[in-house]
């Protein structure tokens, strides 16, 4: 493993903005990507085409719901890499409206991916980042999240009722905020970032935008250079309220 290649695990990459983040991290020269995949089979088949254009990809089990998938995920890493230099929190899910689940139960479940999953993976490989000369993270949010945007009458998506999801996700930017401050010495870079409405099994496929431009500000995020922002939340055309 060459000091000058950067290593950056992605989480929920087998599907979606996950994988066409992976995609696009890994098509910059010198980025050796971890697939982070509940099911380590589909992050193999998703893997195929990718290690088929030579790219340095490598699916590796991960359910952020579960202490030792991450454990184990933890001992591979420092077996096999001895850090990592950027970190996507992109797995999420969303439940509003789910036909049989109460809204609690909605609101439970959707907090232990969108949020203790990721406080969950963050504090496992914030250990492996230290020792990155370059340690980045970055948040999948959403800005159906934002207080900022739901306050204004104009907003596009103020039609969209995602409560529970919507909930979930201004927690997300609450920890963006917190790790950003607490890791700021470290030299860390902790943003969030909002893919935009997109096509994927979570949308129904009903998104405007492709999982590939969604994933374009997550990838420029992963790899944000000195100058680069710390605590702040973007999507592709500008900087979001909180
Ligand atoms: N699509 C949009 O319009 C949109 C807009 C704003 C933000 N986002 C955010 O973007 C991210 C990706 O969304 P998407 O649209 O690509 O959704 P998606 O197609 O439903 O993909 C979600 C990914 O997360 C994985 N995942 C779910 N629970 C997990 C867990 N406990 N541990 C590990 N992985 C888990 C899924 O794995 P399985 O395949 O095993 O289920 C899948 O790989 C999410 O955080 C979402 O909230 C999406």
Known sequence: ??????????????????????????????????????????????????????????????????????????????????????????????????????VAEQMRQTLEVNVVGVLRLTEAMAPFLAKSNRPRIVNVSSELSSFGMRADPNWAYSAIKLPTYAASKAALNSLTVSYADQLRDKGFKVNAICPGYTATEATNFSGTRTPEQAAVIAVNFALLDEEGPNGIFVNEARELPW
């Open 1 to 102: 493993m060459g000091t000058t290649e950067i290593i950056v695990l992605v989480s929920g990459a087998n599907r979606g903005i996950g994988l066409a983040i992976a995609t696009g991290l890994a098509r910059h020269k010198g980025v050796n990507v971890l697939l982070g995949c509940r099911d380590l089979d589909r992050g193999k088949e998703a893997s195929i085409p990718l290690q088929a254009e030579g790219l340095r990809v490598r699916p590796v089990q991960l359910d952020t719901t579960d202490e030792d998938s991450v454990l184990a995920l933890t001992d591979l890493i420092e077996r096999e890499y001895g850090r990592l230099d950027a970190l996507v929190n992109n797995a999420g899910i969303g439940l509003d409206y789910h036909p049989t689940l109460s």
